[in-house]
Structures are given as structure tokens and as C-alpha cells.
């Protein structure tokens, strides 16, 4: 077994892209590709230890290899586990890439290309899609990075992958915040919800309502309510224990969602104080409205 000082050389640094299938890991794994992984689709997670083990006698040739492993592999769940576990234990950097989508955005990008899903058998294509939530999620529960897609093309979900693994600088977690708005739903690859309706509404400020929280009179209006500064002294040192505790368990991103009701006022204001506070840490953050411009 190769591992690390085994040879001299350190342990390759390891990728798992699993999820839904639908959900981008062909995209996902190509973008790696680009950024100069090696990339094995359709690895049985049995099969694992070898590809780190070949990539560790590659004489440092092959230093990071991501791995696309799916349903399509049998003993899938307890082995993919177990697997990724017992390559941690010997020192490998092993993380998983989970994409998610939501059952609407499957059904029609399988309808788009005519192709049945692969746990879909005699039924129909929504029992098949949840067969398969079904069977993931443990994993999904388990992922270091969770992506949706669902509103993703394949130009962003590329642009996602080189903002998390472009730099090989992996010292802190990276933190990706994502104002949103509660009446269109919550996002699904969120680890955080910071819910800022306590906070007076700018809609209902005549002057503030077609502005946005990028706007400086919204975004003072917000910080100036009672509770708003107390609230992000108070959140931002929550996240510096948590971002500590994360560096610990060798967890490397962080999504916080930050939320109002439309999606256009108080949680974008929030979300780029949060994130300008991030940044004073030294922490690398990425900032996206998920909703702006919906109203």
C-alpha cells in the first residue's frame, strides 16, 4: 500500500464526483480534466486504493486524480463509504463532490437527450430519480461540497469547479454565500440558513423598493435596524469557530445561505457584509444572489 512517506512521495490528492444522475458529474469531471486531474469515469469504489495506489508509484507524475463513481457501480453506497474512510485513515486528501438537482430540472434534461434513467427499469422516470435520492443519500449527508445544478448550464457548473479546485492553495475552508429568497425555496446545497427576516423590509420603503441590496441607501437603510450589527458581530464569530473546526476535520467548503423573503433586499445587503468580513479573516469567499432580479 502506498501511502504517505511510503515511497517518499506524498499521497496524491483524491476527488470523488458522485451524485445525481443528470445532476452535471460528466461536466464536473471535465472541468477537472481541464485543470490538469487525472479523471477515471465510472470507477467501482472498490477499485479506489489501486487508482491511489498507481497514481503514488507515478513518481509525482500524477499528483491529483478525481474519480466519477455512480450508481452504475455495484456495492455503490457502503463500498464508496468505507472505501473513502479507509483512504483517509492511510493519509490520502480524499474529498467528495456531491451534485444535486432538483426532480423538475432531471426529468427534463432526461427528456431532452431520450434516454431512460439508470435505476428507472419498467417505471417511470420520477420512481427512478427517487430510487436513486434514495440510495445517495448517506453520501449526499457525507459530502465535503454539495453543488446544485439545477439552475446551472454546463458553462456555470464548469466556472463553479475551477472557482473551488483552480488554486491548489487549500490552507483555510472556501466559503460560498448565497443570498436567496424564502418564497422560492430554499437552496438545496446550503450547510448554513441565516434567516433575515427580523429586519425591517426596504419593500415597503417607497424610495428603496426598486433598488437592490447592492445599492447603498438599501444596504444602509438594513445595517441601521436595531439588532443588524449585533447580528453579524455575533454570526461572524460563529464562523470563525466553525471555519476552525472545519480546518480540523479536513472539510474544505462552507455554503451559507442568507435569506429574506424576495431575495432582493436584506439578505443581499447581509450576505456581503457576511462575506466582506470573511474576506478581513483571510478566508477566500464567493458571493452569489441567487435571486436577484426574480422580482
Not at 477537472?32 to 487508482?51: H, Q
Not at 430540472?105 to 435520492?133: N, S, T
Not at 454546463?154 to 469547479?161: C, D, E, F, S
Not at 439578505?267 to 466582506?276: D, G
Request: aromatic share 6%; with cysteine; hydrophobic share 40%.
Amino acid at each position: 500500500m502506498i501511502g504517505p512517506g511510503a515511497s517518499g512521495e506524498a499521497a496524491p490528492e483524491m476527488v470523488v464526483i458522485t451524485g445525481m444522475s443528470g445532476a452535471g458529474r460528466s461536466t464536473a469531471a471535465r472541468a477537472l480534466e481541464d485543470l490538469g486531474w487525472f479523471v477515471v469515469d465510472n470507477l467501482p469504489p472498490g477499485l479506489l486504493p489501486t487508482m491511489i495506489d498507481l497514481a503514488g508509484r507515478s513518481q509525482g507524475a500524477v499528483p491529483r486524480v478525481a474519480a466519477v463513481v455512480d450508481v452504475r457501480s455495484r456495492g455503490f453506497t457502503a463500498d464508496l463509504l468505507s472505501e473513502i474512510d479507509a483512504l483517509k485513515r492511510r493519509g490520502v486528501s480524499g474529498r467528495v463532490v456531491f451534485l444535486e438537482a432538483g426532480d423538475e430540472a432531471l426529468v427534463r434534461r432526461f427528456e431532452g437527450v431520450r434516454r431512460p434513467h439508470p435505476l428507472q427499469g419498467e417505471d417511470r422516470l420520477v420512481e427512478g430519480i427517487a430510487r436513486e435520492r434514495a440510495l445517495l443519500r448517506a453520501i449526499r449527508g457525507d459530502a465535503d461540497l454539495v453543488i446544485d445544478t439545477s439552475q446551472l448550464n454546463v458553462h456555470q457548473l464548469r466556472a463553479k469547479m475551477v472557482a473551488y479546485f483552480g488554486d491548489d492553495g487549500e490552507a483555510q475552508p472556501r466559503a460560498n454565500i448565497v443570498s436567496f429568497g424564502y418564497k422560492y425555496g430554499l437552496p438545496v446545497d446550503a450547510d448554513l440558513v441565516v434567516d433575515c427576516r427580523f429586519l425591517p423590509n426596504p419593500h415597503w420603503v417607497p424610495d428603496l423598493r426598486p433598488m437592490t441590496g447592492q445599492d447603498a441607501p438599501v444596504r444602509e437603510y438594513v445595517l441601521s435596524q436595531q439588532g443588524a450589527k449585533e447580528f453579524l458581530d455575533a454570526y461572524t464569530e460563529v464562523l470563525r469557530l466553525l471555519v476552525a473546526g472545519y480546518e480540523r476535520e479536513g472539510k474544505h467548503y462552507i455554503t451559507l445561505a442568507v435569506g429574506c423573503t424576495g431575495g432582493k433586499h436584506r439578505s443581499v445587503a447581509m450576505a456581503e457584509q457576511l462575506c466582506s468580513r470573511l474576506r478581513d479573516e483571510g478566508l477566500e469567499v464567493q458571493v452569489v444572489h441567487r435571486d436577484l432580479g426574480r422580482e
